[in-house]
């Protein structure tokens, strides 16, 4: 199989062969969870430790339910009470963990670039879990597979990305992701809520929901990012559901067979309307949360396989 990182950091230095090549392991571990068993031996004796410098549901739950099932020891560090809320630094807490000797660290964190900064600190492997406004890389890949299955193709696609561009960890992955596998990519949402310097993104921009979504394959809702907001970017939520929320009326713009996407957790009647939410022609939802753990399964898979081959090139007991 082509990948040859030593850590996922990030969408930006994958290659499309790479991103297929997770998305094509993925796939069979989909299968894998769904069946009876649900266990495979692909971390067995490695140990993950997960991370989360922010608050996490879904995304930590994922990585947990992924490493166990690969057979890793998986082990949750509760930050709110680490040593680093009295005082220590990351590149402390990075030493601490060397001495601990994990395989494979599994971080979420408030800062853009704080995952980098680790990754260069331990003698492990490392996936981004989410860093700031910077990435999200599995988010992206869990996108991409759910995409993939529903329409047969993760190519020449018109894909709507809708609500807090500005914010969003996971619109950067996305715009990033979907570029590189060729798709038509717009960028749908308030002026106040898209990032300077979009004219450099090499996408379709609108300010108007049903021109963003006419003809689109795709629709992928964001939420509204207020733990990232220092200052008025909306008027108020009702206004913006009526302008920017997707309902019924809007997403027939979009081509009949589209598909409804959300990286949750929703605000409903906010960014969506609860009923299209739950509505099991339209909306992915639910499979994205699927496909996640089928992603992660696959990232740390291959990340343990080049890590097992360093170690043994090194003379190192893998």
């Known amino acids: 199989m082509s990948f040859r990182h030593r850590h996922l950091l990030g969408i930006e230095p994958l290659h499309p062969t790479e991103i297929t090549t997770i998305l094509d392991l993925a796939d069979r571990y989909a299968d894998l969870n769904r069946s009876a068993l649900k266990r495979a031996n692909a971390l067995e004796g490695l140990t993950q430790i997960n991370m ?46 060397n001495a601990m000797h994990p395989d494979l660290l599994v971080v979420r964190h408030p800062s853009s670039g704080a995952v980098n900064l680790l990754a260069d600190k331990v003698n492990c492997a490392v996936l981004n879990a989410g860093d700031g406004r910077h990435e999200h890389p ?55 809520l898209m990032p300077s310097q979009i004219d ?25 990012q207020r733990e990232r907001m220092d200052g008025g970017f909306i008027p108020s939520e009702r206004e913006y559901y009526h302008r920017f929320g997707l309902d019924a009326e809007k997403l027939s713009y979009a081509k009949d067979d589209a598909i409804v996407m959300h990286p949750g957790p929703m605000n409903r009647g906010v960014e969506i309307d609860g009923t299209l939410a739950d509505d099991i022609n339209r909306s992915v939802i639910q499979e994205q949360v699927e496909m996640g753990v089928a992603v992660r399964m696959a990232a740390m898979d291959l990340l343990a396989r080049n890590l097992r081959a360093a170690r043994t090139d090194k003379g190192v007991m893998a």
Request: with cysteine; charged share 25%.
């Open 52 to 97: 989360f410098f922010e608050a996490s549901t879904r995304t930590q739950a994922s990585f947990e339910i992924a490493g166990k099932r690969l057979g890793a020891d998986v082990m949750n560090m509760a930050m709110q009470a680490s040593s680093i809320k009295k005082g220590e630094t990351l590149i402390d807490t990075a030493m601490t963990l």
């Open 200 to 224: 450099q993104f090499g996408v379709e921009v609108f300010d108007d929901m049903r021109a963003g979504l006419e003809g689109a394959d795709v629709v992928m809702m964001l939420r509204l």
């Open 138 to 192: 599995t988010q992206a890949l869990l996108d991409a597979l759910t995409i993939r299955r529903e329409k047969g193709r993760l190519h020449r696609l018109t894909i709507a990305i809708c609500g807090d561009i500005a914010h969003s960890r996971v619109a950067r992955s996305n715009l990033i992701l979907l570029g590189k596998m060729e798709n038509r990519v717009r960028l749908v949402g308030p002026p106040t």
